[in-house]
């Protein structure tokens, strides 16, 4: 069964920590993108990789961190520097570079202690 | 950079009736225009998707129409069924992957 999985659906990060937020997919997808989606609003891009080792900011990308050393996994790194990381976060992939995100994970929620 | 304007944010309308949102965007070069639906709790979903060489498309109770000069482009949910409440959000991408969002629109079906 193809898909995109996250995880931890629930992570809960103290002050002037790192945390990192898992993606991985099955779907031989060459494009990965990590967006942030708060209450009321729409999603909001952070970073985007259209190829294995190569990745580029979104819209919002400061405080956080991605790599791409696997096609198939697109972690994302949420740092010290993010002051306001409670969200909503999802990953997203597409079956090729240019294309829109056409698949989506089930999200990892993530709250400040 | 381009910005999309989603209206209206919350829609209630009798099962049955039809359902319209509209989105207007700003950036002219703009030439994909996605539509996603997304279930309480779960993921969003590409239910639709236009791009700038056609004016209208259509799939089952579901049509996207897009008026380039006007910059805006709409949604249409013929026959509206319970299952179809959930928020929808449409966005706007000049290519590379980057698509801007609205800010969605919470559609409630009434049986």
């Known amino acids: 069964d193809g898909g995109i999985t996250q995880s931890p659906k629930y992570l809960f990060r103290k002050e002037g920590q790192n945390v990192t937020l898992s993606c991985e997919q099955n779907?031989?997808?060459?494009?990965m993108y990590w967006y942030r989606q708060d209450p009321g609003q729409g999603l909001r891009l952070i970073y985007y990789s259209q190829i294995v080792n190569d990745f580029q900011k979104g819209d919002i990308a400061e405080g956080y961190s991605v790599s791409r050393e696997k096609k198939e996994s697109f972690p994302l790194t949420v740092t010290s520097a993010q002051k306001n990381p409670t969200a909503f976060y999802l990953c997203a992939s597409s079956p090729r570079t240019g294309l829109q995100p056409q698949h989506f994970g089930d999200g990892t929620r993530l709250s400040i202690l | 950079g381009e910005n999309v304007e989603q209206h209206p944010s919350t829609l209630s309308v009798q099962e049955g009736d039809s359902a319209v949102i509209k989105c207007t965007y700003s950036d002219s070069a703009s030439n994909y225009f996605p539509w996603y639906k997304q279930e309480l709790g779960k993921r969003p979903q590409l239910i639709i998707d236009?791009?700038?060489?056609?004016g209208e498309k259509k799939d089952q109770r579901i049509a996207v129409t897009l008026n380039k000069t006007a910059k805006h482009f709409s949604l249409h949910i013929t026959e509206t069924q319970p299952e179809d409440s959930a928020v929808y959000f449409c966005?706007?991408?000049?290519?590379?992957?980057?698509?801007?969002f609205g800010d969605g629109t919470t559609l409630t079906v009434k049986p």
């Open positions: 779907l031989n997808h060459d494009a």
């Open positions: 966005a706007a991408s000049r290519g590379a992957g980057k698509s801007t």
């Open positions: 236009i791009r700038s060489n056609v």
